[in-house]
C-alpha cells in the first residue's frame, strides 16, 4: 500500500486567510521616483532627516542590482508596476481612537482572529496593527507606558520619539545594506517601534499583525526593537494576505539592539499567501532581520514558523558584540506546491565566549524547494565562542527538493562549531505504525511532521505553538501523495 | 602583473605553442584547443565573486606569470628517485619532470596483460582516434577558466589502462616531480586513467617537487571506472611550501562500481583539488577520505562534488582539515541527488582543527537533494585540540609540545591509516612528519 | 472471528505464506510459533496490512468482513491491533497527543463521539494503570529513547486504550530480561477477555507459562503444519522443530 494518495490529500492546501476588505483607499500611483519618497514622506509628517535618510538610500538603491545568488528563481520583478503606499485612511493621520476606525477594518482583524479592541483581544498580548502601509491602531500602549515601554507604529516613533529612533535607524541593518534593504529604506511606510526602558521586563507579549489587502502594492515595514540594559521583552509577528494570482512583494526590514544583560525574543507566524497549487499568485517575502547584542551577556532569539509566501528569502542574524552575549535561531520552513523558500541565519561572533545555536527544520512537498543557508562566522577576537548548528530536511514525496548550505568561517582557534545535518524522507514504518493505530494517512504526516517541528515549536509562547501547530497542518494538507 | 595580463600572456603563449607542436595533432584536437582557448578569454580566471571560488585568494596564480614549461633533462639517475617510490613490491612507476613524461625515469616489472600506460603526448600522437571519445566526454567538460586554460595547453600526462585480469596488488605509481628552474613554469598534465570492466586495481599520484620551486601545475584528470571496476586511488599532493597547484579531477563511475580515493594534500602556497565524482548507473560507489593541511601563509582547498546521478548509488566522505600557522583550510564538499533517484545513501564528515590564532578553516558542506527516497547526513566541525585531552596526556607526565603533537597524530590518524598497503602507510605518515616538522 | 482461508503473500518476488488456515474465536488466545523466517512475522503483518507485502491468493476476514481490501487505518478501525515487535520511534510526538489522537480516529470510524482532552486523558490513565506503567511516560515521545522492556509494555498501554477486537502481538517477548518478560506476560494475561481474540507469535514456550494458550500452532515454510493444545509448546520447547522441519520436508 502506498502512503502517497494519502500524504497527496494532506497537502491540498486550504488558505483560509485569502478575503479581501473591500474599503476605500488613499493609494499613490504606481511607480517609484523621488516624487514618490517625498510623498511617503510628506503623508506621514515626518521631520526632514528622515526624508534626507530616505532619498540617500533610494539614490544608493538605485546603483545595485537584485541578488541573484539564491536558490530561489522569479521572474524580473518590475519596481515600477507597484503602488508604495496605500492607506485605508482618508487622510495619512492614524485615528486616535478604535471609534473613529473604519467598523470594516475591525471586522476583517477580528475575521483574522485578532480582536483590536482591548477587552476582547488575547490575555497578554498588546496588537500593533498594520494594514497595508499604515498602523490602524495599538493595542495596551498606555498599560506599558505607565512601565515606561514605547510600544507604538513607527510613523508615530519617527514623529514623538524622533531622537531614539535616530539613534538606532539602520545602526544594526544600514540603508545600504542591500538590495531590499535598501529599497525599504527609501520606501518604508509603516511598522513598529519598540523601546524597553532598563531593568524593565515587559509584562506582556508584544506583537504586530500585518495585513497585506490592496492589489498592486507592496508592503514596506520597518521594524525597530531596542532592549536597554538587563530588559526583557518577548516580541511576535503575524502575516496574512488575500489569495491573487499575481504576486506582491513584502520587503521588510527588522532591526534588534539589545544593550547589556538584556533579551529580546523575536518569533514570527509567517503565512502570507502562498499561491496557488500551480504556482500563480503569492507574496514574494524578501525580508532582511538582524540583531545585535551590543551589550555584555544580552540574548537575542530569532524563531521563525515560515508557512506562507510564493517565495522565502530571509536570514535572520545576530551579530554578537557583547561579551558573553548569545544568540539563538530556530525555524520551521514549509515549502508546498510551488512554494520555494532560501532561509537560514548568520551568527556574526565578534565577541568572546560569545555563544550561538541554530536548530532548522525544513520541511519539502509537492513541488516545494526549500533551502537552508546559514552561515557561522567566528571573529578572530572572538575567544572561546561557540556554536551548534542542527539542520533537518524532511521530504515528502519524489518532487520536491530539500538543499542544505552551511558556512562556517573561522578565525579563532579558540573556537568550537559544530554542525550536522540530515535529509530523509518521511518514515513509512513510522507511517504504518500510526496508521495500524487507527490514524488516517493525512494525520500521520501532520503529527509526524508536528514531532518533527516539535523542538523549535516549544520556543513560540502558547498560544501561537498551537496556532503554528494548526498551520502547519493544514499547509501540509494534501501532501501524501 | 594583474589578472588581465596574465591573462593574455597565455594567449600569446597559446599562439606559441600551437605554431611550434611538433608532431601534427589531429583536427579535432586542433579545435579543441582552439576553442577551450576562445572560451578561457571570454571567461578569464574565476574570482571571489563566484560562489565556488568564494575563499580561494587566487592571486597566487592570476597575478603573476608563468611560462609553458618544455621537456627538460634534470640529470637524475633513476636510483635518486628511491626515496620518492613507493614501490616495493610488484608494480610500476611513470615520471614525469615538470609535467613531461620522463621514459628513462620510469620502469616496472613487466606489464601484466591488459595493461597499457605512458604519457599523453605521445599516445596522442599514436593513436589520437582511441582518445577521442574520452576526451569529448559530456561529463568531464571544463567549467572554469583553469580547465580551459590546461585543454587549450595540456602537453603530457599520464595515459594509463587496467586491464580486467590485474592483479589487485599490483600497484601504479604516477610520481610529477618538479625540477628547480629560472623561472617559474606553467605545468599542464592532462591525465586519463580507465579502469575496465571487473578489474582491481590501485593507482598512486604524487606530487613532489626537488628544491624550492614555485611552479603552477594547472592539472586535469579524468578517470573511468567501467563496471564492476574496483579502485583503489590516492593522490598525495605536497610540492613545497611555493607551490601552486590547481587540479580538477571528473570521475565517471559505471554500474557496480567502487572508488576508493583518498586525497591529501599538504600545504603549498595555493592548493586547489577539485575531485567531481559522477555515480552515473546503479551500484556505484564512492568512499572519499583524506586531509588537507596548511601552515605559514599556505592555502589549501578541496572541492568535492558527489553527484548521485542514478539509482542505488552510495558515497561517503571523511576529512580532516589542520590550520596552523597563517594557513588557510578550506573544505566545500557538496552532494547532489538527481530528481526521480531512488535508494540513495550519502554520508560526509569533516573536522577541522586549528592550531594557532592565525589560523583560519572555512567549511561548507552541502546537500542538494532533489528526490525522497535518500538518507543523506553531513557533519562538520572547527576546534581546537580538546584541551582535557592536552591536560590529561601532560598529567601523565608528557610536555605540552609531545601531548599536542599525539593529539594532532591521533586526529589525522583517521584518515592517514586507511592507505594500502602498509609501505604506502609508513611513507605517508613520515611525509606528513616531514612536514609538521617543517618550518 | 478471524478466519484465514489459503492465504498466500509475497515480498517482491519471494513467496513467504504459503496457503495459511486459522481461525480464532472470541476469547481464544492462540500461540503462534515455529523457526526464524517461517513466516509467523510476516502472517501478523500481512494481517495488518503493512505495505510492501503482496497477497497473492486466499482469504482473511474479521467477522465476515474482507480485511485484505481494507488500508492498515480501516483495520484498525475494524478492530485488529498488531502490538510491534520492534515499535517505532516518533520523535517529537507526545504518548498522550499521539494516543488521543489514534484513539478519537478510531470513535470516528465507529460513529462514535470523539472524546474531549479530559475523557481522553481519564481513559489513558486507566490503561496506563492497568498495565503497571508510570504517568510520566505519557509525557515522553512515542517509543523514543525507551527501554526494551519499555517498549513492549508501551504496545500493551496502546491496546489497553484503543482495546481491540483482536491483538496480533508480534514477539513481544523479544529481548525481555525475566523480570520485564514477567511484567509483560501479566499485562497480556490482564488484557484477555470474552470478546477479544489474540494471536501470540513467539519463539520461545516461557511467555506461555504465563498466558497459557488455547491453541498453539506451528508453522514451517510458510504453513501451519501442526496445531495442538498448550502442552504442544512444551513438546516444542524439548524437541526443537527439527523433527517437523523433516516431516514438512
Known sequence: ??????????????????????????????????????RISDKKGEPEWMLVWRLAAYRHWLGMTEPRWSSVRYPAIDY?????????????RTPVS????????????????????????????????????VSVATTHQKMLAQKGIIFCSMSEAVREHGELVRHHLGTVVPSGDNFFAALNAAVFSDGTFCYIPPGVRCPMELSTYFRINAARTGQFERTLIIADRDSYVSYLEGCTAPMRDNHQLHAAVVELVALEGAEIQYATVQNWYPGDEEGRGGIYNFVTKRGVCRGARSRISWTQVETGSAITWKYPSVILLGEG??????????????????????????????????????ISAGHGHNAYRGLVKINAAADHARNHSRCDSLLLGGSCSA??????????????????????????????????????????????????????LRELPMEFAVEARKLLAVTLEGSVG | MNATEVQDSYVGQFQDHAEREARRPPPWLRRDRAGAMDRFVVAGF??????????????PVTEEPFILSEPSCIGLDPEDLDPLLLNRGEGAHLVFVNGWFAPTLSAGSALPRGVRMGGMARRMAADPAELLPAFSNEEAQPDHGFTELNRAMWQDGAFVQLGPELDPEWTVQLLFLNSESLEPLLIQPRNLLMVEAGCRARVVETHLSLGRSAHFTNAWTTLLL??????????????????????????????????????FALGGRLTRQEVEVNLSEPGAECRLHGLLAATAHQQVDFHLNVRHAASSTTSHQEFRGLADGHGRGIFNGRVWVAPGVREIVSGQTTRNMLLSPEAEIDAKPQLEIHADDVQCVHGATVGSPDEEALFYLRSRGLDGQTALALLVEAFVGDVLNRGEPEPLRDWMKQRFNAWRASP | MLNVEGLHAAVGDRPILRGVELTLRPGEVHALMGPNGSGKSTLVHV??????????????????????????????????????????????????????????????????????????????????????????????????????????????????????????????????????????????????GPDRAILLVTHHQRMLDWVVPDRVHVMIEGRIVLSGGSDLARELERRGYGWLMEEAA
Request: hydrophobic fraction near 40%; charge should be negative; glycine fraction near 8%.
Open chain 2, 226 to 263: 567501467e563496471r564492476g571496476a574496483h579502485l583503489d586511488y590516492q593522490l598525495w599532493l605536497d610540492g613545497g611550501p611555493h607551490a601552486r597547484h590547481i587540479g580538477s579531477m571528473r570521475v565517471t563511475q559505471a554500474a557496480d562500481s567502487v572508488l576508493e580515493a583518498g586525497l
Open chain 3, 47 to 192: 494481517l495488518a496490512g503493512r505495505p510492501g507485502y503482496r497477497v497473492t491468493a486466499g482469504r482473511a476476514t474479521l467477522d465476515g468482513v474482507d480485511l485484505l481490501a481494507m488500508e492498515p487505518e480501516q483495520r484498525a478501525g475494524a478492530g485488529v491491533f498488531l502490538g510491534f515487535q520492534h515499535p517505532v520511534e516518533i520523535p517529537g510526538v507526545s504518548q498522550q497527543l499521539f494516543l488521543k489522537t489514534a484513539l478519537n480516529a478510531l470513535r470516528r470510524r465507529r460513529g462514535e463521539a470523539e472524546l474531549d482532552a479530559s475523557d481522553c486523558r481519564e481513559r489513558i490513565l486507566r490503561a496506563t494503570r492497568s498495565i503497571g506503567l508510570e504517568e510520566s511516560i505519557l509525557s515522553r515521545s512515542v517509543n523514543a529513547g525507551f527501554s526494551g522492556g519499555e517498549k513492549k509494555q508501551n504496545e500493551l498501554l496502546q491496546m489497553a486504550t484503543l482495546t481491540p477486537r483482536l491483538a496480533l502481538l508480534d514477539e513481544m517477548d523479544s529481548g525481555l530480561d525475566i523480570d520485564a518478560l514477567a511484567r509483560v506476560s501479566q499485562g497480556i494475561q490482564a488484557l484477555r
Open chain 1, 80 to 92: 515600477q508596476a507597484i503602488s508604495y503606499y496605500s492607506s485605508p485612511f482618508a487622510d495619512a
Open chain 1, 325 to 362: 552575549s548569545e544568540g539563538r535561531f530556530n525555524s520551521v520552513a514549509v515549502t508546498h506546491h510551488h512554494q520555494q523558500a532560501d532561509t537560514g541565519t548568520k551568527m556574526i561572533h565578534l565577541g568572546a565566549n560569545t555563544r550561538s545555536s541554530i536548530l532548522s527544520k525544513g
Open chain 2, 46 to 59: 574565476p574570482t571571489r565573486r563566484m560562489e565556488a571560488w568564494k575563499y580561494d585568494v587566487l592571486a
Open chain 1, 1 to 38: 500500500m502506498n502512503p502517497e494518495p494519502a500524504v497527496a490529500s494532506a497537502l491540498s492546501r486550504s488558505y483560509k486567510h485569502g478575503f479581501v476588505t473591500a474599503i476605500q483607499a488613499d493609494t499613490l500611483p504606481e511607480g517609484l521616483d523621488e516624487g514618490v519618497i517625498r
Open chain 1, 403 to 456: 538543499h542544505t548550505y552551511p558556512y562556517i568561517e573561522v578565525k579563532n582557534a579558540s573556537a568550537r562549531v559544530e554542525h550536522e545535518a540530515t535529509t530523509s524522507r518521511i518514515g513509512e514504518d513510522q507511517l504504518f505504525y500510526a496508521r495500524q493505530r487507527g490514524l488516517l494517512a493525512e494525520e500521520a504526516v501532520a503529527l509526524i511532521v508536528h514531532g518533527f517541528c516539535a523542538e523549535v
Open chain 1, 98 to 133: 478604535l471609534a473613529e476606525v473604519d467598523p470594516k477594518l475591525l471586522a476583517t482583524y477580528e475575521k483574522l482572529g485578532i480582536p483590536l479592541d482591548e477587552r476582547l483581544s488575547l490575555a497578554g498580548v498588546a496588537v500593533d496593527a498594520v494594514f497595508d502601509s
